[in-house]
């Protein structure tokens, strides 16, 4: 919690140099990765972003989990986004999972690039064997992704975007399969999720 009020004041100091947004999210199941955060109840998201004109961003966001005895995930990140001559976009950071009141915390590197709605992304833990690839494809209303979790499982997620009372919406289906030799079980179902931006 401590982190997460430090993240807080830093962006309100940086108001007046730079871009702040906020985002709401409400989710019928928090999925990350394909696997259900919330054991399939509802998810109830937000979080603080700032950006730079150079292309430094760093963001904490927040939601409530049900897993492991954590009740809330607090991410906290910061990164460098940009687009190369050749028109790839591409997105380097770091990101810290923060669970409080539990041992589960982690940390990530990342990597991600993308070109005319193809990506690819890479995450690696700071600590341990467990990283993650995706490849995806999306454009304005459509998005499809495959990911593959190091000694947890794949995933796939296909999902349609719509405008709803003014706010952003999605449908979409995904599914998790388990690595063999692990305890976890298999996962599927459609998801509807409305977000807000401000």
Not at 125 to 147: I, T
Request: proline share 2%.
């Amino acid at each position: 919690m401590k982190k997460g009020m430090m993240t807080l004041v830093m962006f309100l100091t940086f108001t007046l140099f730079a871009d702040i947004s906020a985002n709401f999210n409400f989710t019928t199941n928090y999925v990350w990765r394909g696997m259900t955060q919330t054991m399939d109840d509802p998810g109830y998201s937000g979080g603080f972003d700032y950006t730079d004109d150079s292309g430094f961003y760093a963001g904490t966001w927040g939601s409530n989990v049900a897993f492991g005895g954590a009740g809330l995930e607090l991410d906290t990140y910061a990164g460098y986004a940009g687009t190369s001559e050749m028109g790839f976009d591409y997105d380097v950071g770091y990101i810290d999972y923060a669970y409080p009141g539990t041992t589960g915390d982690f940390e990530e590197f990342y990597f991600s690039a993308s070109y005319d709605g193809i990506g690819f992304s890479y995450y690696s833990p700071v600590e341990g064997d467990a990283d993650y690839l995706e490849v995806s494809y999306s454009d304005d209303y459509v998005s499809v992704s495959y990911g593959d979790y190091n000694t947890y499982g794949t995933n796939f997620l296909v999902a349609y975007a719509f405008p709803l009372f003014g706010y952003d919406a999605s449908i979409g289906y995904t599914s998790f399969e388990a690595e063999e030799g692990t305890e976890m079980e298999d996962e599927d179902g459609l998801v509807f999720t409305l977000s807000a931006s401000f």
